[in-house]
């Protein structure tokens, strides 16, 4: 999506009540990049996308319609990339080079290079490490397929030894070259090479140099950094990643300079009024969040809508310190769950609950000893320079131990400690966490003790340091681990209940219901009115849809179960044998993926089917490396998951109709179910306290599955000019998107003041059994009102098409409260009215439409 095709969306924008055009990052990112989080250069808008130009056409469009924009910004990392003009500096000049600060690199081992298929030897021995000149950037080079990795200037007379007279000159200005200089000694390289006879001469005599391995091996001994294989490179990184991403590194952005340098194009777009709002990305894993907000705000101004990309986990709040307007709004995810989920089911157990605690500690320890290792273990050195025993290998396991048992304890992402002192909340956390820690391994206790000291308090002066860059990468860490051992790696362990599994939930999460439902709510309006209500994003495990309907699973348990067996049993043919078949586990985990993304209406063509089959094979691959059991990103199974995809080929063969049909006729309600759930998120989401955030696409139903099958391109449909009477299945796109536009455009006209900042009133329902199936709140602002209504666990109540069958309503009222006054509403959905009465007929509410939106006539 470029700047010109987002320009071509505008009326559909404004035809459906959108208010900002919200993009991700817009900044040069590398050449193939296909989400923009991959930035190179910080002071350019990306020309794939259109350049300054094109943004200013863009912004120019948008305000001639009255919409604004927010963008995405990344202060966390940049691509370690070589068209990164910063990175490639430091590659070439190394710690002398000016940009050397500017990322999180451990400068007291070379720089980890982790982008080589094989070892450095192996690739060397194999041929493919070449000497090379690179012409865009006037230096020497190791060439590696495309990739041209700098020589530092220093080793350039190593490199051009025997090459004759011709090349002295390069050899002497190579031997005064200065980092500080590096434009003019680029500069005079390429006005020396330019000569056609040099040009020759260094050509012959790389080609010569490259044949000779141990000379090559000596130059790479003489770099600031080390080519090594991606594969095992993770054990000895010399640098912060992002996550696990040896291709993104992080930033030092508490450096006020480093902020300069990163900050300065957006503020000059936020100053000349282009830009309304920003989207702070993975807040988590900067040195100093607060910090940083304060100096952000104070640039961006009071003014500038300001929201971070923060999970907030079971009842933690967001740091009333931090000047934002809120999250990026995955907590409302996890508040909807509570409404969609049947919190009476007999999926919830203490027993359930205390192997879900143990399999999360069991996730998180595995990150940390294989794919964080690298991280632990400066923690544990940095540790040990604290104490004054870093030469003593078993003190410096003992301390590694502690740092993975006390980061496994973290309920949250992680404590907000700084030399400002540690918040009343991040004392109990600290204690919790050691108590936890100490008892899973009371041998180490001492260790726990003293790590936990070390981040509660500043160490003596001449330790100060070390301690306080200890307590930043231990903070810095455990929010990488909580995110990578729970999110992207428990929730594709865990298939009982996928609806649970999202970004932003907790592993050991049960439903509260409609009590609890209520009180987040109400909790929001007061704390985080301003903040996104999200539903689907680009990193959701899948579509809001989608979940919505895997929410029902918890309300027919049983049958489900049923059913699993029955497909187990009816597909077993298709199984492979021996070491290589699947487990039951992941059959189960599987099939439910397959109810999310099951197309509304019965396939109609083998099309139909082999374009799901394709998407199921790649998320199923994708789900298996990131469980981490059996295969996974550094070492693939290529036999096993060819195993796995190979069943899902033949199970969703359109030969295979005995499964395909019972699978069809099983799932039909289950679909029906969700497509009222989606219904009722997208009006709670659209009139709770909050502000809406649409995803690309989900204006219309989204079946979406995880990255990158969530970033499909979509085309705008038309919106009906009317609601139908009695939807059908096939009517539900229409009805979601008309609905959205309804509830936008209301909060753009005569509701704008009362769903930004009306108080959120919990209204009570009479009458059983159907109370429980219903929800329902105000919001009230002066002598403004409106009034929400939505029903929810209605899979054994279905009627026609997207209704619930009206007997379920018998005898069942909505509350008027007490006091205030009753008033005549219209019901903004259907247009009918309900009289002015103190208890309202549900079954008059729901008449016509499944959810309902009242609103004084």
Known sequence: MDFEKAVGLIPHLVGLGVSHLYASPIFCAVGSSTHGYDIVDFNEIDPALGGIDGLRRLVGEL??????????????????????????????????????????????????????????????????????FDHDRNCLAFAYYDALYPLNPASYPAALEGCGPVLDRLIATASRAEASHAAAFHSEVASFIKAPPVAARLGAHLQRASADKTLLQRLHEMQSWRLMSWKTARDHLSYRRFFEIAGLVGLRVEDPAVFGATHRRVIDLVEEGLVDGLRVDHIDGLADPEAYLHRLRERAGEHTYIIVEKILEANEALSEGWPVDGTTGYEFISTLADLLSDE????????????????????????????????????????????????????????????????????????????????????????????????????????????????????????????????????????????????????????????????????????????????????????????????????????????????????????????????????????????????????????????????????????????????????????????????????????????????????????????????????????????????????????????????????????????????????????????????????????????????????????????????????????????????????????QLSVTLVPRLVYRHLGDGLTVRSDLWRDTYLLWPEDCQPRRLRNLATGETVDSQRSIPISEVFRGFPVAFLVPE
Not at 615 to 623: I, N
């Open 63 to 132: 305000k001639a319609h009255g919409l604004g924009i927010i963008l995405d910004i990344v202060p966390n990392h940049m691509a370690a990339h070589l068209e990164n003009r910063w990175w490639h500096s430091v590659v070439e000049w190394g710690r002398s080079s000016e940009f050397a600060s500017h990322f999180d690199i451990d400068w007291r081992q070379p720089l980890t290079l982790p982008f080589l298929g094989q070892e450095f030897e192996e690739e060397l021995a194999d041929g493919r490490m070449q000497l090379a």
């Open 344 to 783: 009476s089911s007999e999926l919830w157990s203490d027993v359930q609950q205390f192997a879900t605690e143990r399999a999360v500690t069991a996730c998180k320890l595995q990150v940390l000893s294989h794919n964080f290792d690298a991280e632990v273990q400066r923690l544990a050195a940095l540790a040990a320079r604290v104490r004054g025993d870093d030469d003593v290998p078993a003190a410096r396991e003992r301390i590694a131990e502690a740092i993975r048992l006390l980061i496994a304890a973290m309920p949250v992402y992680r404590t907000y400690l700084s030399d400002r002192g540690a918040s009343e909340r991040d004392q109990r956390m600290l204690d919790g966490i050691e108590f936890r820690a100490r008892a899973a391994a009371p041998e180490i206790g001492a260790e726990i003790a003293a790590r936990v000291a070390c981040l509660k308090s500043n160490a003596a002066e001449a330790d100060r340091q070390a301690a306080t860059e200890f307590r930043t990468r231990f903070q810095q860490l455990s929010g990488a681990v909580m995110a990578k051992a729970v999110e992207d790696t428990f929730f594709y362990r865990r298939g009982d209940y996928l609806a649970a599994n999202e970004v932003g939930a907790a592993p050991s999460w049960t439903p509260g219901g409609v009590a609890r439902f209520h009180e987040r709510m109400r909790e929001r309006g007061r704390s985080s009115p301003t903040g996104l209500s999200t539903t689907s994003t680009h990193d959701t495990k899948r579509g809001e849809d989608a979940r919505a309907r895997l929410h029902v699973i918890g309300e027919a348990p049983e049958l489900w179960a049923a059913a699993v067996d029955r497909w187990r049993d009816m597909n077993r043919t298709h199984r492979q044998s021996g070491a290589d078949a699947s487990e039951a586990s992941v059959e189960q985990f599987l099939y439910q993926s397959l109810l999310g993304a099951w197309p509304i209406e019965p396939l109609a063509d083998e099309n139909d089917l082999s374009s799901l089959r394709e998407r199921m094979e790649a998320f199923a691959v994708k789900a298996l490396r990131e469980a981490k059991l059996r295969t996974n990103w550094d070492s693939p199974d290529e036999r096993y998951e060819a195993a796995v995809t190979g069943f899902l080929r033949d199970i969703l063969d359109w030969r295979n109709r005995a499964f395909l049909d019972d699978f069809e006729n099983t799932a039909a309600p289950f679909i029906r179910a969700g497509l009222i759930n989606s219904l009722s998120q997208t009006l709670v989401k659209l009139t709770a306290p909050g502000i809406p955030d649409i995803y690309q696409g989900s204006e219309r139903l989204d079946l979406s599955l995880v990255d990158p099958d969530n970033r499909r391109g979509f085309s705008p449909r038309p919106p009906r000019s009317d609601l139908p009477r009695q939807p059908t299945i096939g009517d539900f796109e229409d009805c979601k998107q008309w609905l959205i536009g309804l509830c936008l455009n209301y909060r753009q006209g005569r509701g704008a003041a009362l769903l930004a900042s009306g108080e959120y009133l919990p209204l009570d329902i009479q009458g059983r059994p159907a109370s429980r199936h219903v929800a329902a709140f105000m919001r009230h602002r002066k002598d």
